[in-house]
């Protein structure tokens, strides 16, 4: 009985160990927060440039996952200021994201940031403009989608309130978003649980 037994086992053994390429569903998050330096006397006006190296980074998808979505969650800006420089105890900033053609497309306008330093103001979602919004997801599908190293610039630009103070500060301007992506990975066909891989 006990070789019946064993024998069974090894004739089965081949089906339950082959293998099947399955579809899999996966979620990441995107945290990027660029920092800008201000050091200026009244208004002013920042920027940084964020590729596509930056993001891929800062991510660990595949090269041969399929990018199927991409959402802007929230964004939130913290003020780290100089202590015995800086004179400002509150901002109003406007973010702005630059477009396909050269232009520019505003984020958020005006958003009040109290002092002090290390404070963290989210915006919330009445307070973002969407046409800057959905310019800022395109750029993060480009960068994950293409395999040219690609690039955008982030524009910060505001004043002390009340206005014309000595400002000396860093602004980080923290950008978090989803990333939806599929992979076809090979898995025994007992453990399946993905959809079938299309063309395999």
Same mark, same amino acid.
């Given at each position: 009985?006990?070789?019946?037994?064993?024998?069974?086992?090894?004739?089965?053994?081949?089906?339950?160990?082959?293998?099947?390429?399955?579809?899999?569903?996966?979620?990441?998050?995107?945290?990027?927060?660029?920092?800008?330096?201000?050091?200026?006397?009244?208004?002013?006006?920042?920027?940084?440039?964020?590729?596509? *190296?930056?993001? &891929?980074?800062?991510? !660990?998808? %595949?090269?041969?996952?399929?990018?199927?979505? @991409?959402?802007?969650? +929230?964004?939130?800006?913290?003020?780290?200021?100089?202590?015995?420089?800086?004179?400002?105890?509150?901002?109003?900033?406007?973010?702005?994201?630059?477009?396909?053609?050269? *232009?520019?497309? &505003?984020?958020?306008? !005006?958003? %009040?940031?109290?002092?002090?330093?290390?404070? @963290?103001?989210?915006? +919330?979602?009445?307070?973002?403009?969407?046409?800057?919004?959905?310019?800022?997801?395109?750029?993060?599908?480009?960068?994950?989608?293409?395999?040219?190293?690609?690039?955008?610039?982030?524009?910060?630009?505001?004043?002390?309130? %009340?206005?014309?103070?000595?400002?000396?500060?860093?602004?980080?301007?923290?950008?978090?978003?989803?990333?939806?992506?599929?992979?076809?990975?090979?898995?025994?066909?007992?453990?399946?649980?993905?959809?079938?891989?299309?063309?395999?």
């Amino acid at each position: 009985m006990k070789k019946t037994a064993t024998m069974l086992l090894l004739l089965a053994l081949p089906w339950i160990t082959s293998c099947e390429k399955q579809l899999f569903d996966f979620v990441i998050t995107i945290d990027q927060s660029p920092s800008f330096e201000v050091d200026q006397t009244g208004a002013f006006e920042v920027w940084e440039t964020i590729t596509s *190296g930056d993001l &891929r980074d800062a991510l !660990d998808i %595949p090269d041969d996952a399929d990018i199927t979505d @991409v959402h802007i969650e +929230a964004l939130s800006l913290r003020i780290e200021a100089v202590e015995g420089v800086n004179q400002a105890t509150a901002l109003t900033v406007s973010g702005e994201v630059t477009d396909l053609i050269g *232009g520019r497309e &505003r984020m958020f306008d !005006d958003f %009040p940031v109290p002092l002090p330093t290390g404070f @963290v103001s989210g915006l +919330a979602v009445d307070q973002l403009i969407e046409q800057g919004i959905s310019q800022l997801r395109t750029h993060l599908v480009n960068a994950l989608v293409n395999d040219q190293d690609l690039a955008f610039d982030v524009y910060l630009e505001g004043d002390s309130n %009340p206005p014309g103070q000595r400002i000396r500060l860093n602004i980080y301007l923290t950008i978090k978003a989803t990333v939806n992506y599929s992979e076809c990975l090979e898995v025994l066909e007992l453990m399946s649980e993905g959809d079938a891989c299309d063309g395999v």
